[in-house]
């Protein structure tokens, strides 16, 4: 518990955001602590110029393993810039189906200008746009899921404070730089043909095959598929 402690000081020390944005209770989980640790890890690697603030940026998210992937593009190719440990995420493996189901959504979602929320209640967040085309064509309801800063989730994904600002001011960069829209694409978890086949019995291993298309063409090419919805499905395609 002191090494936890002293750790937790330390970094409140280093980091380029204080844990004083939370409760202090709150900045002691393990879980929170990681999420430090990962910003500022990605701090050093933007005051190192590895990577620039304003590059095209696309977020992967797998649940079971609780990573948030941030990608961006130098040189015209996708380069992992960091991997963020999630604080929170609530319900189980699935897609939301209903407001109120405390669900944690997947699939394939954008973030524009007008879904950055400066004024959070969870220091900053973006909205993730549930349901999307492919949610209401199921019938499937939700509103406001974010991914926001602090460690607290019913049915967001909650990054911690100093990891939602490298999170969220990535984001806002590659928009005010000129992307469009960031592509966040949410998977149940890594969609290996092993993890696949242990969750074969699952009621939606329909849902996440589609799923997988997504995942596959990037994994395979590192192209960020374009995503469209013929009648209750994904339609996923490379691009060019």
């Known amino acids: 518990m002191l090494k936890r402690l002293l750790t937790t000081l330390l970094l409140g020390i280093v980091a380029f955001t204080p844990v004083a944005a939370v409760a202090w209770w709150v900045s002691l989980e393990p879980d929170y602590v990681a999420g430090h640790r990962a910003a500022v890890k990605a701090q050093e690697k933007l005051d190192r110029g590895t990577f620039r603030s304003g590059l095209p ?3 992967r998210i797998f649940k079971l393993e609780s990573i948030l992937e941030l990608w961006m593009q130098r ?3 996708w380069q992992l810039f960091h991997s963020f440990p999630i604080c929170r995420w609530s319900g189980r493996l699935g897609p ?25 209640s969870y220091h900053l967040s973006f909205n993730l746009g549930v349901p ?13 899921l974010m991914v926001h800063g602090n460690c607290v989730s019913i049915g ?12 969220y001011g990535l984001t806002k960069a590659a928009l005010d730089g000129g992307q469009r829209r960031v ?16 969750h074969a019995q699952s009621k939606w291993i ?24 013929s009648p ?9």
Not at 156 to 167: E, F, L, N, R
Not at 183 to 198: D, K, R, T, Y
Request: proline fraction near 7%.
């Open 57 to 59: 940026v696309y977020v």
């Open 206 to 229: 329909g849902f996440w095959r589609e799923l997988k298309v997504g995942f596959d063409i990037f994994e395979n090419d590192r192209k960020v598929p374009k995503v469209s919805v």
């Open 232 to 240: 209750q499905r994904y339609v996923i395609r490379a691009p060019g």
């Open 75 to 77: 040189d015209g190719e």
């Open 132 to 144: 999307n085309a492919y949610d209401r064509s199921h019938g499937r309801t939700g509103s406001f």
């Open 156 to 167: 967001c994904y909650a990054m911690t404070d100093p990891g939602i600002d490298i999170i």
């Open 183 to 198: 592509p966040v694409h949410i998977f149940p978890f890594w969609m290996s043909e092993e993890n696949m086949a242990s």
């Open 96 to 120: 939301k189906l209903k407001e109120g189901d405390w669900q944690s959504p997947e699939g394939f979602y954008s973030v524009g200008k007008s879904s950055l929320n400066p004024n959070s």
